[in-house]
C-alpha cells in the first residue's frame, strides 16, 4: 500500500528565501504526483501535477520535480512572500487512480 | 461561476445523531470524492463515485455512508457508528474516475461533536 511522507511538518523562512519542501513515497508504480496548496480552514487548489513520464513542472515562483527510482519530489518555491504562507500537501496517484496524500508541510513566511 | 459548493461550512452532532453534509458540483464532472482530514495530517479516502447510482468503499467508510442519485451531487451521512466524526470534511470532484485527472476540492465542512 502506498504511503506518502512530507517532511518537515513545519517551516518558517524570512520573506524572500528560497526554499524546498519534500515528499516521498514508498511505491514508485504512480501515474502522477500532485502538490496542492490549503489555507487555514479552507479546500485544497491544485498547483502542479507531474506526469510519471516528467521529472519537472513549473508555474511561476514555483517548480517541481520528480525521481520516481528514488519514489521523491520536491517543491521549490523561489523568493518566497508572506502569502506563500500555507500547508502544503503532496498526494500520488496510483493503479485504480487513487490519491494517497502527505501529511503536508505548514509553511510561514516571515515579513 | 462553476466549482464545488458544501455546505454546511460547520456542524455539529450531538451523541447518537447522523448527520448530512452536502456536496454540489457544477462542472458537469462524473466522479466525486468525499476526504476526512484530521489536525496536522494528510486526507483519507471515505467513499468516491465513478457515475450516477455508483459508489465505492474508500479506506476509512466504516461509520459513513453515501448516495449519488444525481450527477452533481454526493452527500455523505456521518452515522451515529462513527465513534470519532469531529474532523474537518472535504468533497472534491474530477472529469472521470477512469483517467487520471486533476481533482477539483470544495472549502470543507468542519464537523463537531457537542
Known amino acids: 500500500k502506498q504511503e506518502v511522507t512530507q517532511i518537515p511538518a513545519a517551516l518558517s523562512v524570512p520573506e524572500g528565501e528560497n526554499l524546498v519542501l519534500n515528499c516521498s513515497f514508498t511505491d514508485s508504480a504512480i501515474y502522477n504526483l500532485q502538490w496542492f496548496r490549503q489555507d487555514p480552514g479552507k479546500g485544497l487548489t491544485s498547483l502542479l501535477l507531474?506526469?510519471?513520464?516528467?521529472r519537472e513542472q513549473t508555474s511561476g515562483r514555483l517548480n517541481a520535480s520528480l525521481d520516481k527510482s528514488s519514489g521523491r519530489s520536491t517543491l521549490y518555491i523561489a523568493a518566497s512572500q508572506p502569502g506563500d504562507s500555507a500547508t502544503y500537501l503532496c498526494?500520488?496517484?496510483?493503479?485504480?487512480?487513487?490519491?494517497?496524500f502527505g501529511g503536508g508541510t505548514r509553511l510561514m513566511v516571515k515579513p | 461561476d462553476g466549482g464545488i459548493t458544501q455546505s454546511p461550512k460547520y456542524l455539529f452532532r450531538k451523541e447518537g445523531q447522523n448527520v448530512t453534509l452536502s456536496c454540489e458540483q457544477n462542472?458537469?464532472?462524473?466522479?466525486m470524492y468525499w476526504y476526512r482530514q484530521d489536525p496536522g495530517q494528510g486526507l483519507r479516502l471515505i467513499y468516491y463515485s465513478q457515475i450516477v447510482n455508483d459508489f465505492q468503499k474508500g479506506d476509512i467508510a466504516e461509520g459513513y455512508s453515501v448516495s449519488r442519485e444525481k450527477k452533481e451531487s454526493f452527500p455523505l451521512t456521518v452515522t451515529s457508528a462513527q465513534k470519532n466524526p469531529t474532523a474537518f470534511y472535504l468533497c472534491?470532484?474530477?472529469?472521470?474516475?477512469?483517467?487520471?485527472?486533476?481533482?477539483?476540492f470544495g472549502a470543507g465542512t468542519r464537523l463537531s461533536v457537542l
Open positions: 462542472l458537469n464532472h462524473d466522479a
Open positions: 507531474i506526469q510519471s513520464s516528467q
Open positions: 498526494a500520488a496517484l496510483n493503479a485504480g487512480n487513487m490519491l494517497t
Open positions: 472534491a470532484s474530477s472529469i472521470s474516475q477512469l483517467t487520471r485527472n486533476i481533482q477539483y
